[in-house]
């Protein structure tokens, strides 16, 4: 980076590149937390589309993925300690999204909370293949089988060149400012 003589005293450059400095960490932590909440809004990660939604509910027809109550995306968060900084998913949807970041399976016990959630689903659905759907999984909860439902992986954070690229350029932006 070429020096420019801004017509400050060496004092005054070295104090606003300090200053610039300790800025920095809040500006880069905005700048990464951003970066994957539009991974929210693209529905992929690094240009790879997530997978689509299986389509037998006819009210998720049309809607974004990840944002049925939106839990997840505010759940998204940084911290700044010094000059670290993290970015994570906050409590008690951490566990949530780390299905959905690395894809898994579900297994659902038969318990009578399941079994209601089931039937209330059944009867508020609108469309047939729908209402059968609910239906049979209410059916084998009350036979006392478990479920096993497979998440696909819809990675929405990560190491990311793209990122990485993007706080490189912010660095070097907030130096040249003060320079």
């Not at 610039?20 to 589309?49: C, M, Q, R, Y």
């Not at 951490?94 to 690395?102: A, C, P, S």
């Not at 898994?104 to 047939?128: L, R």
């Amino acid at each position: 980076m070429p020096i420019r003589h801004s017509g400050k005293s060496p004092q005054q450059q070295i104090k606003e590149i300090k200053t610039a400095i300790k800025a920095l960490p809040v500006k880069l932590a905005n700048t990464a937390l951003n970066h994957f909440l539009n991974n929210f809004n693209t529905e992929s990660f690094e240009g790879k589309k997530w997978k689509e939604r299986n389509a037998w509910a006819v009210r998720n027809t049309g809607r974004k993925l990840l944002r049925d109550t939106g839990t997840l995306y505010r759940a998204m968060t940084k911290q700044v300690n010094g000059m670290s900084i993290r970015v994570f998913v906050a409590p008690p949807a951490d566990k949530y999204g780390t299905l959905h970041n690395d894809g898994g399976t579900v297994t659902i016990k038969p318990n009578s909370k399941s079994i209601k959630f089931f039937w209330a689903k059944y009867y508020a659905a609108t469309s047939g293949v729908e209402k059968s759907r609910w239906k049979a999984m209410a059916l084998a909860m009350q036979s006392g089988k478990s479920m096993t439902i497979k998440m696909p992986q819809r990675k929405f954070m990560g190491n990311s060149p793209q990122l990485f690229a993007k706080l490189k350029a912010k660095i070097e932006t907030e130096l040249n400012k003060v320079a």
